[in-house]
């Protein structure tokens, strides 16, 4: 093997890792498409900011950890977070990815991206998880109501 093809090997393998420890993934949901949606709106820190046109997308709006844990709107900080939520699939089961992103202020005053927090993706994750959990459990509350 010569150093070009050794080189282009590490180079394919350090994109593929690199890629796939940016973002936390919830795999084979089969939840309707709806309750995916509404959870993802829901749980995004602080609220979303911005959905795509076609549903699938949101995007909350700036946020900052607070001293006390919580998450706060974030003002003019020169460190502030974004999460972003990426639903996949044409049907059943539907892929759910979050990412949330870390950007710092420059001397310029413009922020750019410096890395991924997946830890932060995580609890945002774990909240959703806890939505749709509590979704299914009253679900179907019309339906087993009994008027006699």
């Known amino acids: 093997m010569n150093k070009y093809a050794l080189a282009a090997l590490m180079f394919s393998v350090f994109v593929v890792c690199g890629c796939a420890s940016e973002s936390v993934e919830y795999n084979h949901l089969n939840i309707p498409l709806v309750d995916l949606q509404t959870a993802a709106h829901l749980d995004m820190p602080i609220r979303s900011r911005r959905v795509s046109t076609n549903g699938r997308e949101f995007y909350s709006d700036y946020f900052k950890i607070g ?9 003019n900080d020169t460190v502030r977070y974004q999460a972003r939520a990426k639903i996949l699939g044409d049907e059943r089961p539907y892929d759910l990815i979050i990412m949330v992103a870390v950007e710092e202020r420059d001397s310029s005053g413009n922020y750019a991206t410096v890395r991924y927090d997946k830890a932060m993706a995580m609890v945002i994750l774990r909240r959703i998880q806890k939505t749709l959990h509590e979704r299914r459990e009253h679900h179907g509350n019309i339906d087993d109501f009994r008027a006699f």
């Open 67 to 75: 001293r006390n844990g919580r998450f706060q709107q974030a003002e």
